[in-house]
């Protein structure tokens, strides 16, 4: 069982520093911002809400129009984010999001992005690098523009014998960048 662990948490962190590579790659070509828009997500909510003390978190992230995979309304898009809290920790990332187009113009998505955690007077988390999984479903307006909510974790995946994770529910306004 120990060793099914192991391999499981070795696979989860060599896919995330994968996908974090890729994007830090394409973001310094030039020609990609001119050839992809993307959208900005603004975000704020409930830090730590599995604890007693809880904060608030604002959290800025761009998203790339620039799906790896692309099947009718199912695909893969890079994003680049930064969070931070009422408690001065901050979270640096970047990752992918999995987005499912759903009837009435609503969106499901999961996303995975690691990144650099840096706790202010916040919870430790026992590793500098830490992973954020999500889920979240929003509604698309006829400008382009969304609204919905995300519930996210923060760990770092079990590399550590320390690894409380952190659970945060935030609302996200997504304004299209062009």
């Given at each position: 069982?120990?060793?099914?662990?192991?391999?499981?948490?070795?696979?989860?962190?060599?896919?995330?520093?994968?996908?974090?590579?890729?994007?830090?790659?394409?973001?310094?070509?030039?020609?990609?911002?001119?050839?992809?828009?993307?959208?900005?997500?603004?975000?704020?909510?409930?830090?730590?809400?599995?604890?007693?003390?809880?904060?608030?978190?604002?959290?800025?992230?761009?998203?790339?129009?620039?799906?790896?995979?692309?099947?009718?309304?199912f695909?893969?898009?890079?994003?680049?984010?930064?969070?931070?809290?009422?408690?001065?920790?901050?979270?640096?990332?970047?990752?992918?999001?999995?987005?499912?187009?759903?009837?009435?113009?609503?969106?499901?998505?999961?996303?995975?992005?690691?990144?650099?955690?840096?706790?202010?007077?916040?919870?430790?988390l026992?590793?500098?690098?830490?992973?954020?999984?999500?889920?979240?479903?929003?509604?698309?307006?006829s400008?382009?523009?969304?609204?919905?909510?995300?519930?996210?974790?923060?760990?770092?995946?079990?590399?550590?014998?320390?690894?409380p994770?952190?659970?945060t529910?935030?609302?996200?306004f997504?304004?299209?960048?062009?």
């Amino acid at each position: 069982m120990i060793q099914v662990k192991k391999y499981s948490q070795l696979v989860f962190v060599l896919v995330s520093l994968f996908s974090s590579s890729f994007v830090s790659a394409e973001l310094a070509n030039k020609k990609f911002f001119q050839k992809y828009p993307g959208s900005f997500y603004l975000s704020s909510g409930s830090f730590n809400i599995s604890r007693q003390n809880v904060g608030t978190n604002l959290q800025a992230e761009y998203r790339f129009f620039y799906p790896f995979f692309d099947k009718e309304g199912f695909y893969l898009e890079p994003l680049v984010g930064l969070l931070a809290t009422s408690q001065y920790s901050v979270y640096a990332y970047s990752g992918l999001t999995l987005s499912l187009d759903l009837p009435k113009s609503l969106r499901l998505g999961f996303g995975l992005a690691p990144g650099l955690y840096l706790k202010g007077h916040g919870q430790d988390l026992g590793f500098p690098l830490e992973f954020k999984t999500s889920a979240e479903l929003s509604y698309g307006f006829s400008n382009g523009f969304r609204f919905g909510g995300m519930f996210y974790d923060l760990s770092n995946a079990g590399l550590m014998k320390k690894d409380p994770g952190l659970r945060t529910f935030v609302f996200f306004f997504a304004l299209p960048v062009s």
